[in-house]
């Protein structure tokens, strides 16, 4: 899947939002056949572990998100469009990813890939729509209602740490020094730091999009307005566009450099 296919995908999921959405667990379940996960496939007990999470949270979020929705509570960012639109994401980084790396994109994923997978999907659980008033506090909330989750669907420890910490670091104000600790090394995406890049990009995809990654912009203004008015105005300015685009949205990964991504965000500075 290339960066015009992502984006189609991007473009299809807001036409079917929200009266037509097909629901959060559809499209993990796409993405995960993309991803070579054949349904009912036998899986070592680790990856077993980490599969009946994923469609535990899946099932949770689309619950919540859809209840929230009935009252007009469900987040104008933060809410089940913004979980589909990063679990295509990192879909298509780790299929570019393993393109880079030689292995057939039909591959079956590895632990360290369903980690990121599992990172992905949980790492807004439950999220309040509010603003971080110190750093990773809103992602700190979503590891605590993940940690138990985890450990009912019987995640590995070393797992769940790794977990717990890649969703720590989608704050965006993290994304900077991650992307500088794997600057020259040789990318492995089996190793904590270079697995924690692709999860921020796939977290920031949609929004480093032109066209989407404006409306986006109008969405997470609508979700801060009653929480800063202030914050919230100051995001649409054309000036805080360019801001998120030099500061933010950063793509180091070979997979994001093979998908053409950082000239995207250059035609739009």
């Known amino acids: 899947m290339d ?19 097909p629901g959060l667990p559809r499209v993990v379940n796409s993405a995960l056949l993309k991803l070579g996960h054949a349904p009912g496939a036998r899986l070592p007990p680790r990856s077993q572990s980490m599969l009946d999470c994923v469609t535990l949270i899946a099932k949770l979020v689309e619950h919540d998100g859809a209840k929230k929705s009935k009252i ?4 104008s960012y933060h809410n089940r469009l913004h979980i589909a639109d990063t679990v295509v994401a990192l879909t298509t980084l780790l299929l570019a990813q393993r393109g880079n790396n030689g292995p057939s994109a039909t591959a079956s994923l590895t632990a360290h890939e369903w980690q990121m997978f599992l990172a992905i999907c949980s790492h807004d659980l439950f999220h ?3 603003i971080n008033q110190f750093t990773s ?10 940690r138990p989750l985890m450990q009912k669907c019987g995640v590995f420890e070393e797992d769940q740490k790794a977990v717990g910490h890649l969703i720590l670091q989608t704050d965006p104000t993290l994304v900077k020094e991650s992307h500088q600790k794997v600057r020259g090394m040789a990318f492995d995406a089996s190793v904590l730091p270079c697995q924690t890049v692709l999860v921020q990009e796939a977290d920031i995809m949609a929004s480093s999009m ?3 990654g404006d409306d986006l912009t109008l969405q997470l203004s609508d979700e801060w ?5 202030s914050r919230s105005k100051s995001l649409l ?13 950063l793509f ?3 997979a994001s450099q093979s998908l053409g991504i950082q000239s995207v965000i250059d035609r739009q500075i």
């Open 210 to 212: 032109p066209g989407i």
């Open 72 to 75: 007009s509570k469900e987040p």
């Open 128 to 130: 309040s729509g509010k």
């Open 252 to 254: 180091s990964s070979p």
């Open 3 to 21: 960066l015009q296919q992502l984006c189609q995908t991007f473009v299809s999921l807001r036409k079917r939002w929200p009266h037509d959405w």
């Open 237 to 249: 300015s054309r000036q805080s566009r360019i801001f998120f685009l030099k500061e933010f949205a």
């Open 137 to 146: 506090e809103i992602e700190g909330q979503s590891v605590a209602a993940l």
């Open 225 to 229: 307005r009653s929480v800063d008015p």
